[in-house]
């Protein structure tokens, strides 16, 4: 039986149109042009198809629904104002004012019913490929016969922005090639970017290249008006079976304005006169603004209710579940609320002095192959640097779809490719989708290439762990495209991001600890290449406060703070200068973010006023005048050659390290100053006002 | 006439396998499998088509050649090796040690014959449509009837790595709306990466997603053995006359190897028995190392002086150029030395406080209006947000195809789409050119996206122009996912790169001024969203020094630091403070890089010994521990509101810098301890020892 739009269809897509425009005239501010756009398509996907209760933004089995081009959300949050979310016409009216409900992009963990943040372009569209392959993962572990618990689709809406960006065609690629005939997106192809037609950049074949990604293509021709074709695209869609689908749909931006198709409607508010015009031609008042039609309301209610009613018949199931599966339900429950396993961190190993010296990648292998087993949430993975980064445990399973023979979809290894960025993104969906803890793997001056997954993974509060192998100069013969100088800066430089530089076994313990137990920071672990030794006065609880005193001196002449494989070759400098009658300490910093956090008292004891204070670390110097007076670092780009040799020509020895100490003393003693902590200078302040 | 290759050919294409083996084997590090895979390519590229002339490495017409998988590097090498560059076998014999001419990736302005740093996957391949770029660009601006001055065409050879990463699918999609014929893609098909078979992550069709990106695809089905059809491939593709080409060459990785085809001849030696047999196996002695035959020897020395009769050539047709169009030529010189037309600076405006108040993009619009007339060399751009960067002069033309009819290819202002991290990387290849300043708009916080392509400016001393605007919260309603908060951080903590944050528009001017001026250094403009107002006591020779004193005041009781907007706030909280009885001193901080440049007394006048320094400014006060004794900044993501809002909300006002300042003063007077500037601290140091 085809599809028959109902009157109130017209309607509600006409109210749809003209609170876009009014939302965004009242805000003076605000995107227009594509919610008006894709009102019908908005309409008909929340009214007949996507499964999800306003009531309750959690259910586990909802659709889940993001929107890519996030400037659009203007859309996304009449939507959840229609259906009866946590916002109201009231929210919709403080659009894009301080503190209010209605950010100028969407928000995770701010808007009740938005699953991730949006707006940075392309990324919307890779976290739903993360949220389509977690609803595989989530159904194949926890599904049983005649209980299917999982089964949600992730629809999502992109524009020509997202399309262009390399983030979303990394995504595309790794879609098609995982076969998620659950993830359902719709390109909105309305021909219009910023710099107006997108005949001035963006000419290729869009359908084409989705379907040389092995994606299921469908074509609207009109998005503005043929609601039918839109509905049978969608029904369609979801009867694949072994692909993800693109309904690419054509539609008129601005549709309704004076000045529709163009790009003026697009990132202003329509002038008053348009407005009105539009409300008369849709049959409305132009005096009135904010309508909402009754028969809308009504109308909405109904497709709430048959949301709300599909949650309910799943609670049934779901009781049935726990009868027959209690164990498992239990399993479920504990991840859903993100607890952890009562006492997982024991599986953490530590380590002493006589154990062998080793790589902090190697012992950060040990660590995810004991945490597999700890914690079946950990879903891990490496941009195609499995071997390198060390990521993989030995009897993991790779997630793949079946017919590849290469692995199943109850996998918990994901081979992504070489796509840092995508991999960012995608691990910010797995963890949206409420179950997992996503761990990937890259080289750590790769993670620049996906910076922008990452900051957004500290702006949504999401947990994803990094595992950044091959973490400075000390990779060696690669060079300098490969080692990161700058990459700490802008990872301890980000809201909400624990940078991890550990420097022994039991660092690399407590990093895991502390990212694990992290809910709402993301973390990037800096391990390396080379090994390391097991340093003496290192633990897990001191390391997990961020910051710790390795060797203790009484009036010492120095303290040297470093982090990762620098503290070992500075413990060396300190037996040197003993020698030469110097009394040095050695601080260990292996988080910056961490560290901030503990007791001024604390910090103070770490970090003690009186003497001076060198730091050491094979990275650029910028951000350590918080925490030392003088700098021992690399304040260029590093060298092609074996590690020790570009260790060597960088002074980053024990004696290059001690002769600077012996400077350092010298230089002060002659001074003849009090020195203070530079850390105290500030907190001393802070503390007092 | 079909193409007969010769016995020498193939005593070639085995000469650079086995050297690709050798030389891995002696640096016992890196990757001969794909040099093994790729040498017919090479060979038969280098010998019968890429016009280069290896005693002059920078002939202006040469075809430029880029090796996206920087990794295969010792391919390149041995061929400049084999071809006469400076690049001698011993060098080879250096591969990957401590500042030879080998390193691990290739590395412009290192190694002879280098045009672009690649390794990073995907740079290259994106470089290298910049490099197609400006060759057609200069083609049309400086070829006239007759002569041809530029006609040269880029090769560029990538793997699967770089297939998969995002800023190369970019790339090609521009490429492709560009119609750039002159670009020659070889993709090396060898189905292996570091995690093993790509059919474990990357099963989409490639080939298919060049045709929808409208290229011109070729496929050769054995790059093993059938040198005709390569050499056939290479013939079609320069016959294109409307699409740039890939040639999709299926290859063995390690070919010749006992374990060619798999990923153990990727990234590592072979082992001593393999390369023997290997050497057995094409009919040489298994004891020799490094086997050059002199047939080899004598037949480069042909395939040079193909490229080298070329020049010749090419240089009667300049000599005969120059006395037609003597003005041309003299412009095409200064411009190839890099040299700025005499005076060239006098065009960018000063300012008065008389003059009205504009917002940094706006006044970096009026600089890069007059730069467009006074550097023909400058070639602009934006990511999509042309309306928004302000980056577009009102007369300009758009590089465009002239079928198209939206410009020409003399047109000056590209059209990059929503790509930043091609336009970053595409900068670079347009400055590798020689011929170019090139400028890019986004907005700040997506330079992020594209810092992969900054990086990689910086190490190669390209001199690229970041346009990077709405630069804070200043932003205002688009929220946290647009406000840059660690931004800065990152690009302050780059080697050489610099990064500006103008307070008004004489600041405007002095970083165009240096960044122009900067041939080695890449820029990085943060510009305002919103208006400021024109300081009294800024000028372009002042804040051209990088820091500078705003308001001087004697016997200071704190000095306010800050940069941009926050400058002309501080101001106003200044006036405040005196109204208190406190004497406070301004300084602007508009770029560290060159401020850290100026002397120790200059640095120390600016901020100097005695009293408290407080820094301002709305970003992360990560790294201002250098300058400040206390930060006043925003270390969380921002927020969506109007701009006064915002910075309302984060206390970025006069009224909230006045009260800290007196707290500032307060506290350190009540210590009564003699404050040192911590610049002076670390620098007096420095200077000393």
């Given at each position: 039986?085809?599809?028959?739009?109902q009157e109130?269809?017209?309607?509600?897509?006409?109210t749809?149109r003209?609170?876009?425009?009014?939302?965004?005239?009242k805000?003076?501010?605000?995107?227009?042009?594509a919610?008006?756009?894709?009102a019908?398509?908005?309409?008909l996907?929340?009214?007949?198809?996507?499964l999800?209760?306003?009531?309750?933004?959690h259910w586990?089995n909802?659709?889940?629904?993001?929107?890519?081009?996030?400037?659009?959300?203007?859309?996304?949050?009449?939507?959840?104002?229609?259906?009866g979310?946590?916002?109201?016409?009231?929210?919709?009216?403080?659009?894009?004012q301080?503190?209010s409900l209605?950010?100028?992009?969407?928000?995770?963990n701010?808007?009740?019913?938005?699953?991730?943040?949006?707006g940075?372009?392309g990324?919307?569209?890779?976290n739903?490929?993360?949220?389509?392959?977690a609803?595989?993962?989530?159904?194949?572990e926890?599904?049983?016969?005649g209980f299917?618990?999982f089964?949600?689709?992730?629809?999502v809406f992109?524009g020509d922005?997202?399309?262009?960006?390399?983030?979303?065609?990394?995504?595309?690629?790794l879609a098609?090639?995982?076969r998620?005939?659950n993830?359902?997106a719709?390109?909105?192809?309305n021909?219009?970017?910023?710099d107006?037609?997108?005949?001035?950049?963006?000419t290729?074949?869009?359908t084409?290249r989705?379907?040389?990604?092995e994606?299921?293509?469908?074509?609207?021709?009109?998005?503005?008006?043929?609601?039918?074709?839109?509905?049978?695209?969608?029904v369609?869609?979801?009867e694949?079976?072994?692909?993800?689908t693109?309904i690419?749909?054509?539609?008129?931006?601005?549709?309704?304005?004076?000045h529709?198709?163009?790009?003026?409607?697009?990132?202003s508010?329509?002038?008053?006169?348009?407005?009105?015009?539009?409300?008369?031609?849709f049959?409305f008042?132009?005096?009135?603004?904010?309508?909402?039609?009754?028969?809308v309301?009504e109308?909405?209610?109904?497709?709430?209710?048959?949301?709300?009613?599909?949650?309910?018949?799943?609670?049934?199931?779901?009781?049935?579940y726990?009868e027959?599966?209690?164990?498992?339900?239990?399993?479920?429950?504990?991840?859903?609320a993100?607890?952890l396993?009562?006492g997982?961190?024991k599986c953490?190993?530590?380590?002493?002095p006589e154990?062998?010296?080793a790589a902090?990648?190697?012992?950060?292998?040990?660590?995810?192959?004991?945490?597999?087993?700890?914690?079946?949430e950990?879903l891990?993975?490496?941009?195609?640097?499995?071997?390198s980064?060390?990521t993989?445990?030995s009897d993991?399973t790779?997630?793949?779809?079946p017919a590849?023979h290469?692995?199943?979809?109850?996998g918990?290894?994901?081979?992504?490719?070489?796509?840092?960025h995508a991999?960012g993104a995608?691990?910010?969906g797995?963890?949206a989708?409420g179950?997992?803890?996503?761990?990937?793997?890259t080289?750590?001056?790769f993670?620049?290439?996906a910076?922008?997954?990452?900051?957004l993974?500290?702006?949504s509060q999401?947990?994803?762990?990094?595992?950044?192998?091959?973490?400075?100069i000390g990779?060696?013969?690669d060079?300098?495209?490969?080692q990161?100088?700058?990459?700490?800066?802008?990872?301890?430089?980000l809201?909400?991001?624990a940078?991890?530089?550990?420097?022994?076994g039991?660092?690399?313990?407590?990093a895991?600890?502390?990212?694990?137990?992290?809910?709402?920071t993301?973390?990037?672990?800096?391990?390396t290449?080379?090994n390391?030794?097991?340093?003496?006065g290192?633990?897990i609880?001191?390391?997990?406060?961020?910051?710790?005193?390795?060797?203790e001196?009484?009036n010492a002449d120095?303290?040297?703070?470093?982090?990762?494989?620098e503290v070992?070759?500075?413990?060396?400098?300190?037996?040197?200068?003993?020698?030469?009658?110097?009394?040095?300490?050695l601080?260990?910093l292996?988080?910056?973010?961490v560290?901030?956090?503990q007791?001024?008292?604390?910090?103070?004891k770490v970090?003690?006023?009186?003497?001076?204070?060198?730091?050491?670390?094979?990275?650029?110097?910028?951000?350590?005048g918080r925490?030392?007076?003088?700098h021992?670092?690399?304040n260029?780009f590093?060298?092609?050659?074996?590690?020790?040799?570009?260790?060597?020509?960088?002074d980053?020895t024990?004696?290059?390290?001690a002769?600077?100490?012996v400077?350092v003393?010298n230089?002060?003693?002659?001074?003849?100053t009090?020195?203070?902590s530079p850390l105290g200078?500030?907190?001393?302040?802070l503390?007092?006002?």
């Open positions: 039986m085809p599809f028959q739009p109130v269809d017209k309607n509600a897509v006409a749809i003209m609170l876009a425009a009014d939302v965004a005239a805000a003076k501010s605000g995107h227009p042009g919610p008006m756009g894709l019908p398509l908005a309409h996907l929340w009214s007949r198809f996507l999800c209760d306003p009531k309750d933004s586990l909802r659709d889940r629904f993001v929107l890519s081009n996030g400037h659009a959300c203007i859309l996304q949050y009449t939507m959840l104002y229609l259906l979310y946590k916002v109201t016409l009231d929210d919709l009216k403080q659009f894009r301080l503190n209605t950010p100028g992009h969407p928000e995770a701010h808007t009740d019913g938005v699953e991730v943040t949006t940075p372009l990324q919307g569209f890779a739903s490929v993360g949220l389509a392959i609803a595989k993962n989530a159904a194949a926890f599904n049983r016969d299917e618990l089964n949600n689709y992730t629809y992109l922005g997202c399309m262009q960006e390399g983030v979303a065609c990394e995504a595309a690629s098609g090639h995982l998620l005939n993830l359902i719709f390109y909105d192809d021909k219009i970017s910023i107006g037609d997108v005949s001035c950049s963006f290729e074949d869009v084409a989705f379907k040389a990604y994606w299921n293509v469908i074509t609207v021709g009109d998005g503005d008006k043929d609601f039918n074709d839109i509905y049978d695209a969608i369609k869609a979801k694949c079976k072994d692909k993800p693109l690419s749909i054509r539609t008129t931006i601005g549709f309704g304005s004076l529709q198709g163009t790009h003026s409607t697009h990132g508010p329509l002038k008053e006169d348009d407005i009105r015009q539009l409300k008369e031609k049959g008042n132009p005096d009135d603004k904010f309508i909402v039609p009754q028969e309301i109308a909405y209610k109904g497709y709430a209710k048959r949301g709300s009613d599909a949650h309910a018949e799943w609670n049934k199931l779901y009781a049935a726990g027959k599966y209690p164990k498992e339900k239990a399993e479920l429950e504990r991840r859903a993100q607890k396993p009562e997982w961190e953490l190993p530590s380590f002493t154990d062998k010296p902090s990648r190697k012992l950060s292998e040990g660590v995810l192959t004991k945490l597999s087993a700890e914690l079946p950990l891990g993975g490496s941009a195609d640097l499995t071997g980064n060390l993989r445990w993991a790779d997630f793949q779809p590849t290469l692995g199943d979809w109850s918990r290894y994901i081979r992504y490719g070489v796509r840092e991999m995608i691990m910010n797995l963890h989708y179950l997992h803890i996503p761990t990937g793997g080289f750590l001056n993670v620049s290439y910076l922008g997954a990452v900051r993974s500290a702006l999401f947990r994803v762990i990094w595992v950044a192998t091959h973490d400075s990779l060696g013969e060079g300098p495209t490969h990161p100088i700058e990459t700490a800066a802008a990872l301890r430089s809201p909400n991001l940078f991890w530089r550990p420097a022994d039991n660092e690399v313990s407590a895991y600890k502390v990212a694990i137990e992290s809910l709402k993301p973390s990037v672990l800096a391990l290449r080379q390391l030794p097991q340093l003496e290192s633990s609880e001191k390391a997990a406060l961020g910051g710790y005193v390795v060797i001196e009484s120095v303290t040297l703070v470093s982090t990762g494989s070992a070759i500075c413990r060396d400098a300190i037996k040197l200068l003993k020698e030469k009658g110097i009394k040095a300490r601080v260990s292996p988080c910056f973010h560290f901030d956090k007791s001024l008292d604390y910090r103070l970090l003690p006023d009186g003497h001076p204070i060198l730091s050491v670390e094979a990275y650029s110097t910028y951000g350590w925490y030392a007076h003088v021992h670092g690399i260029r590093g060298v092609s050659a074996p590690y020790d040799d570009a260790y060597k020509f960088f980053m024990d004696s290059a390290i002769d600077k100490a400077n003393v230089h002060f003693k002659k001074l003849g009090s020195l203070e200078l500030e907190a001393k302040f503390a007092a006002n």
